[in-house]
């Protein structure tokens, strides 16, 4: 049982300026308003990207596997459930949950994160006193992803992206909300036909600054599904890989 006071609960309204054409939520808005409720989380609890700073240690979100059963419409009340979801060695987790307002689940997402040592630039260990909070039966928890993702081998789209002052977000990197718009982008799919996402597994692998170049490359696949690599052009390195699917409002 996940122990109350490590849940946040917050309802949300949708806006006009998170919707889409279809008078619908972005993905992107969506997890923007997931992840300010795990901020909220943190900060609550004391662990958040400030608190840890003067231990020289920061949070990095390596994973996020997504699950959209439906979008909400513009006016809709949406409540966001999170949580922190164990630990296993270097790496901790946290869940996400959205609900209607007829407590209809619409949303979910597991995601993976590591702590790093922002001096060495190096990763860091989980400090003894988060471990404690974190000894808690997590039967009740997401399923966290450990499978490698195929990664591009034909791409049948790329694009160039530069890395612009107000795609940064508080830790002076690039969002990582950014390195899904720039996936979404490439999904003619979506794009065309207003498609929805139904699932998205992404894999954070490298950091992004300022004036950076990123190259997205996507391979079109069976299904409605789509295959993605970030790659940094200053020196080729992988930022993200991910895999996405489809279908039709």
């Known amino acids: 049982m996940?122990?109350?006071e490590l849940i946040y609960e917050g309802e949300f309204i949708i806006r006009t300026y998170e919707i889409d054409r279809s008078r619908k939520i972005t993905v992107s808005s969506l997890v923007n308003l997931m992840q300010e409720a795990a901020m909220q989380n943190v900060i609550d609890l004391k662990v958040s990207f400030w608190d840890l700073t003067q231990s020289n240690i920061s949070w990095v979100l390596m994973r996020k596997n997504l699950q959209i059963f439906r979008l909400p419409a513009l006016g809709e009340t949406i409540r966001i459930v999170t949580h922190p979801a164990g630990f296993q060695k270097i790496f901790t987790?946290?869940?996400?949950?959205?609900?209607?307002?007829?407590?209809?689940?619409?949303?979910?997402?597991?995601?993976?994160?590591?702590?790093?040592?922002?001096?060495?630039?190096?990763?860091?260990?989980?400090?003894?006193?988060?471990?404690?909070?974190?000894?808690?039966?997590?039967?009740?928890?997401?399923?966290?992803?450990?499978?490698?993702?195929p990664i591009v081998q034909k791409p049948d789209f790329q694009r160039d992206y530069s890395v612009n002052w107000h795609d940064l977000d508080f830790n002076n990197h690039l969002?990582?909300?950014?390195?899904?718009?720039?996936?979404?982008?490439?999904?003619?799919?979506?794009?065309?036909?207003?498609?929805?996402?139904?699932?998205?597994?992404?894999?954070?692998?490298?950091?992004?600054?300022?004036?950076?170049?990123?190259?997205?490359?996507?391979?079109?696949?069976?299904?409605?599904?789509?295959?993605?690599r970030l790659i940094r052009l200053s020196d080729n390195e992988v930022i993200a890989d991910a895999r996405t699917k489809w279908s039709p409002f």
């Not at 001096?119 to 499978?147: M, Q, V, W, Y």
């Not at 990123?214 to 069976?222: A, G, H, I």
């Open 2 to 4: 996940i122990p109350p």
């Open 93 to 149: 987790f946290r869940d996400y949950k959205v609900y209607d307002k007829n407590e209809v689940l619409i949303a979910q997402s597991s995601s993976t994160w590591l702590l790093m040592n922002t001096k060495k630039r190096s990763i860091a260990r989980i400090p003894e006193t988060i471990r404690k909070r974190g000894a808690f039966d997590t039967s009740d928890c997401l399923p966290h992803a450990h499978n490698k993702l």
């Open 175 to 228: 969002n990582n909300i950014k390195y899904m718009q720039w996936m979404f982008e490439s999904v003619d799919y979506y794009v065309n036909n207003i498609g929805q996402l139904d699932t998205m597994d992404i894999v954070y692998k490298a950091e992004c600054y300022w004036k950076d170049t990123v190259r997205v490359s996507t391979q079109k696949m069976e299904n409605n599904s789509y295959l993605h």
